[in-house]
């Protein structure tokens, strides 16, 4: 008979495998587009390319009224807020309906490489998409080819 020496400091005790069960997000099947408040805040995609960046925000069911974008110095901060207010009224019954959404989310460009004056944004099918040209000076030139004289 071998006796075999066992490392239980390894082992969760039952105390911490019930606290991490429950103190885990449970019915959060990797959906990350929730706040620590249960509201949501839309999903934002970033590209770049040569020329500028390109955010897309996917915000289903608004208007392009509803946003507001603004750039202070290097900070770009997209918001939007949309209320609802709907009554319907019968013979018996009044019934009223409130909602309200809001969100906001600021990127900080990189300094001296955006043109300001040119950015553009554009809503549609339930996207937002922002055209962020970049400076002149800082775009990637092609390759040249040198001549050796």
């Known amino acids: 008979m071998n006796l075999i020496k066992r490392n239980w400091s390894n082992v969760p005790t039952v105390p911490n495998l019930f606290d991490d069960f429950f103190n885990r997000e449970f019915f959060n099947w990797g959906n990350n587009n929730y706040s620590s408040t249960s509201t949501t805040v839309p999903s934002v995609n970033i590209k770049e390319n040569a020329d500028a960046y390109e955010v897309q925000v996917a915000a289903p069911g608004m208007d392009k009224n509803d946003f507001e974008i603004k750039l202070d110095g290097n900070l770009l901060t997209i918001s939007s807020s949309k209320k ?6 019968g013979e018996n019954f009044t019934r009223r309906e409130f909602s ?45 080819l040198i001549e050796i004289t």
């Open 100 to 144: 309200y959404q809001s969100f906001r989310r600021s990127f900080e460009l990189p300094k001296d490489v955006v043109d300001q004056d040119n950015i553009q944004a554009k809503y549609e099918n339930g996207l937002l998409k922002l055209t962020i040209p970049k400076k002149e000076e800082v775009k990637q030139k092609p390759p040249r």
């Open 84 to 89: 609802d207010n709907n009554e319907t009224k």
